[in-house]
């Protein structure tokens, strides 16, 4: 069986490489609109859902896994930053307090398709302006809702929940929906 990821993510990539040996990444081309009355975890569902339709359209003999990450903030989706300013206010806002980072999975082949989300509570540092000022300047910030990567260092305090998730890639889920959708002729 062919795996394929929906994601141009170079994170998520590297987190599916930990589950599969083998698989092609064909990006999901479609856009990222959201019905705003929708709960988070079914937005995060719904835009997984879009993403792997739309690329298993183009591999209907393959596996395909679509994901979408969001960062929620007293119920408010904060999604990738428009630009350095945008960037900085939400990371000023996110400062010192606690968000919900849900990512939404479908895993999809011609026998099954599932629909799951992961979701980890995150407790960031209190960051200097000068911290967010560099942080942005580096321009780590610019392709990732919320504006930040765990992976980065040095704004996330605590987490409750899955790590992988906070990249973009509930590593464990993908794993336990992978063995759920396999079928063997």
């Known amino acids: 069986m062919q795996y394929v990821l929906a994601s141009a993510s170079p994170r998520r990539r590297e987190l599916l490489s930990q589950i599969l040996d083998d698989f092609i990444v064909d990006p999901a081309r479609g856009g990222e609109e959201i019905n705003i009355s ?91 302006h000068d911290f967010i000022k560099k942080y942005v300047a580096g321009g780590s910030p610019m392709d990732k809702a919320g504006s930040y990567g765990i992976q980065d260092g040095g704004l996330v305090k605590q987490y409750f929940g899955s790590y992988t998730n906070v990249v973009g890639l509930p590593v464990a889920l993908v794993r336990s929906m992978l063995k759920e959708v396999q079928i063997y002729d």
Not at 51 to 63: I, Q
Not at 81 to 97: H, V
Not at 113 to 124: G, H, R
């Open 38 to 128: 929708l709960f988070p975890e079914d937005i995060a569902c719904a835009l997984a859902e879009r993403k792997c339709d739309e690329v298993f359209a183009r591999h209907s003999g393959s596996t395909v896994i679509g994901c979408d990450t969001i960062v929620v903030f007293r119920g408010e989706i904060l999604g990738k930053p428009r630009d350095a300013a945008d960037a900085t206010k939400t990371l000023e806002l996110l400062s010192g307090r606690t968000h919900y980072v849900i990512t939404g999975v479908c895993v999809r082949n011609k026998f099954n398709k599932l629909i799951k989300y992961d979701k980890t509570e995150v407790k960031f540092n209190t960051l200097s």
